[in-house]
């Protein structure tokens, strides 16, 4: 029976756990696996429920955190190796940045037959400075040298990290979408549509257009207020927004929306625009939302936007990254290739503006993710590369 380390960043919520967790329960039973993972930044909302939920109860390593730290980091690392001479995995499996530096480092220091790593996004443009980049596209360069494998989520990601940042050849470089539950997004739409609109007062004639992530600067939700506030200044509907999500930057969002006037609100009371925080149930935000947004500087693929296809939403969003993959261009959601307001808020009058256009955007969208982002595919995807590189492995032995 294979025996798989899976070695995540952080708990805390997102795609890669969902993925993770699929990926742990769900493989064939000839597969044994033990999923660890860091620590929860402060800001974010734990995702442990996830796993839980699913009946796995993964090992917490508390010194894998967020930040760089180098103690913090060296006994991280020390841990892991600890984990893996105890546990012998034939695969070690990291997913994002940290996990996969840390956690790869220790597999090839313990000499791990099969060692892969998945770039649920990376950090090469939107994050830092022009030094400090090119520290981590070399010590990425360096990793996957010595990796098994390498996952990209999309096609657009594989095409950056191969022929733009150059991390590994195009040969060690495997494309394997995300996958989700997402059956839960096509059930019992029109009660959970009730209990959202219910609970923040909306009525049925207003339009909710909604955003959904962390709070950082990276998902640059300041082009989301402005847009907000041409579609408010020029739209014939009663307009609602929804921020679902917290983090880092909640402060500064809130001050911006503050100067440009958009009264906004903790959902105590009724406002234009609503800060829910974290919510779980973004099955019930989907229903109770007319239109989902996303206006990223950078992403992988955006778990929000998968959500919003099987939960029927028209989108709209910036055209970067992995998106153009998740979505099908004027078809289920509109891309925008511009960070300007005006673009943007276009795009959302649009829609906001047209009921049957809302409708018909909305209904192509289940067909798409079901077919391209259900977890039994992930899981049957990574099952085969899986015996390939273990096959590969014990022959170069």
Known sequence: MPKILRIINRFNLGGPTYNTVYLSRFMPKEYETLLIGGEKDESEESSLFIARNYGIEPMVVPEMKRSINPLNDYFAYKKIKKIIKEYKPDIVHT???KAGTIGRLAAINCKVPVIVHTFHGHVFHSYFGRFKTAVYKNIERFLAKRSSAIIAISEKQKQELTQEHKICATEKMHVIPLGFDLDKFQENISEKRKTFRDQYKITEKE???SIIGRLVP???????LRSLKIVLENSKQKIRAFIIGDGEERKNIESLAKNLGINFSDGTTPATLTFTSWRKDIDVVCAGSDIITLTSFNEGTPVSLIEAQAGNKPIVTTNVGGIQNVIIPNET???INSFDAKDFSNALLKLSENEELRTQMGAKGWKQVK???HYTRLVSDMDSLYKRLLHSSKSDN
Do not use: D, M, R, T
């Open 95 to 97: 997913h994002a940045s």
């Open 207 to 209: 339009i909710v257009i």
């Open 218 to 224: 990276v998902k640059n939700h300041s082009l989301f």
């Open 333 to 335: 959601g509109f891309l």
């Open 371 to 373: 077919e391209n982002y």
